[in-house]
């Protein structure tokens, strides 16, 4: 028996709690659904949406966030203490921030409005970004939250995963401890293994 997650065959609002998942290395079902099939299940989610982790042991949860912090707690990657936790969180919600215009990039059928709006999200990360390099050099340039890999730290590489596949990594340009730390996260046995597989990156 292992925890399943439910959601459709893009990285979207899944991936974070999926990079957990692959992280911690326990086994889970990656339960990819097709339009079809969320259509018939839809009136039966508590909110009409996914992503949906069904668990073994505490039932179902809704909410993309909400999953990730579940999972965070469950494979202690939320921070040592009360400050740590509150840290990485915040981290958590900027970057929410930066990657919500690029999900908005994937809707728009039109070539010339996803252009457009690709163009608007990766501004708009670049921004971010500076901001997010600066909070890191204050916590000591190697992670978001104490002196280990916290859920934020992964959370920043999914944005990137998204970014670089929008080709928006030039908005990592001038900000080389977001970098480095991409690129240490990346390393992780698990996580390599993971965008290696689902990424082809
Ligand atoms: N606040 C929710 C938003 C979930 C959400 O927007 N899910 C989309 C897929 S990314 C969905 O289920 N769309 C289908 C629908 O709303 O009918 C979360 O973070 O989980």
Known sequence: MADKLI?????????????????????????????????????ELPFGQVPLLETVEDGVIAQSMTIARYLANKFD????????????????????????PLFAVIVPNDPKERKEKNEEAIEKFRSGAVKLEKRLEMRGGQFFAGNTVTWADLHFTNAVLLLKKLNGYKALDGCPLLRDLDNRICALPNISKWIKQHWNM
Not at 15 to 24: D, G, K, V, Y
Not at 77 to 100: C, K
């Open 7 to 43: 959601y459709f065959n893009i990285p979207g609002r899944a991936e974070i709690a999926r990079l957990i998942l692959a992280h911690s290395g326990e086994d889970f079902i990656d339960h990819r659904i097709s339009k079809k099939e969320f259509d018939g299940m839809k009136d």
């Open 77 to 100: 990657l939320v921070g040592a203490d009360d400050m740590q936790r509150a840290q990485a969180e915040e981290i958590v919600d900027a970057i929410n921030d930066i990657m919500e």
